[in-house]
């Protein structure tokens, strides 16, 4: 098992164009969670998925932003029309459920630089 | 909702000297469980020491341990004997342990230490 994984690790766009993340969660894993890091600062959640359903969503996730988890495995979070305020790190985490004292496994990350 | 404070952005530690980080938290409710987690420098978050709310008894894993005060909602983190390794930021996050809540993590703001040779 290689852990989560994320792809890319950095991205920088134009602003206004649309991207693209991919996670690759624990194989065993059927939680899968999108966190949002600003410079300096926590982990922001923005949604979950258990299995394929996404269960929740954070007000910070706006109508630009849309996650999905096909199949229950991978998932990828896309950003459109991307504005400078969306520069930040991606963080994907997995785990099982139900939780307990489950810890959240976290991927490396993605770095998105809007210019 | 639950907020989770770190009020020192920033600490430093003698190699082989003891540090210890602090956190708040805010909750209404009684059973939960809260974490450190350390974020080394361009390098993914790594779970250092775990809590639950319902255990009296200090986490304790090898050079770390914490000073868990439910009642002060307090959660610091030790780090004895620091060594080099140890410079990262660390966060402090907090779970319910209602699975309502899908067990997402509220994260404090961080504390970067910085481990002097």
């Known amino acids: 098992d290689t852990g989560v994984s994320q792809d890319p690790r950095h991205k920088i766009t134009k602003r206004g164009q649309n991207v693209t993340f991919r996670c690759d969660p624990i194989?065993?894993?059927?939680?899968l969670y999108w966190y949002r890091q600003t410079l300096g600062q926590g982990p922001e959640f923005l949604t979950y998925?258990?299995?394929?359903?996404?269960?929740?969503k954070s007000r910070l996730l706006s109508d630009r932003f849309s996650a999905e988890r096909p199949k229950g495995s991978f998932s990828t979070l896309e950003i459109q029309r991307t504005e400078q305020g969306d520069s930040a790190m991606y963080l994907c985490?997995?785990?099982?459920?139900?939780?307990?004292?489950?810890?959240?496994?976290f991927g490396a990350g993605s770095r998105l630089t809007v210019l | 909702a639950q907020t989770v404070t770190q009020s020192q952005p920033e600490m430093s530690v003698q190699e082989a000297e003891t540090v210890t980080l602090s956190c708040t938290y805010d909750?209404?409710?009684?059973?939960?469980?809260l974490f450190w987690y350390k974020q080394p420098p361009s390098r993914q978050m790594i779970l250092v020491i775990r809590?639950?709310?319902?255990?009296?008894q200090n986490a304790t894993e090898n050079r770390f341990s914490v000073n868990f005060q439910k009642a002060a909602k307090s959660f610091s983190l030790k780090i004895s004997d620091s060594q080099l390794g140890d410079a990262a930021m660390y966060f402090c996050?907090?779970?319910?342990?209602?699975?309502?809540?899908?067990?997402?993590?509220?994260f404090g703001e961080g504390t970067q230490l910085t481990v002097n040779p």
């Open positions: 809590q639950e709310a319902y255990k009296q």
């Open positions: 998925f258990q299995n394929e359903a996404q269960l929740e």
């Open positions: 909750t209404s409710e009684s059973d939960y469980y």
């Open positions: 194989s065993e894993h059927n939680r």
């Open positions: 996050a907090y779970r319910s342990a209602q699975e309502t809540s899908g067990s997402r993590l509220t």
């Open positions: 985490a997995s785990s099982r459920s139900p939780s307990g004292a489950n810890v959240l496994t």
